[in-house]
């Protein structure tokens, strides 16, 4: 089975910035939906943004439309999540996720990456 790894988490100010990137390791052997979830604790994993195989069709979160965008690579098994205006309720484990699917709940997505921590301070 191919591996996510995910990169870009770190540390930002309320209203900052941030870049998320995951990047598929080994053979796909087709198309995956791709998605962006987290965990922050005590809390239930969460979609945060997901984008079909083809790029053309996304699901947010409410708590980040307008403020987060999911991206993918011209079709291929790239992820990336720009996010801005941060809170300090978006602290997390940000895990990469992908799928034959698209759907929004965790147990769906299949390939899962280690996560990475984003932290915003106030």
């Known amino acids: 089975q191919f591996q996510l790894v995910e990169s870009g988490g770190g540390l930002a100010q309320a209203g900052g910035s941030l870049r998320l990137s995951c990047v598929v390791s080994?053979?796909?052997?087709?198309?995956?939906?791709m998605a962006w979830f987290r965990q922050a604790p005590g809390k239930e994993r969460e979609l945060v943004a997901a984008v079909n195989w083809n790029g053309d069709e996304t699901l947010y979160s409410d708590s980040v439309k307008d403020r987060f965008a999911i991206s993918r690579d011209d079709g291929v098994h790239r992820a990336h999540l720009q996010m801005t205006s941060l809170k300090p309720e978006d602290t997390a484990v940000y895990y990469c996720a992908a799928s034959r699917s698209f759907m929004r709940f965790p147990n769906t997505w299949t390939v899962w990456g280690q996560g990475t921590q984003v932290t915003v301070s106030s």
């Open positions: 080994g053979p796909t052997y087709g198309t995956y939906s």
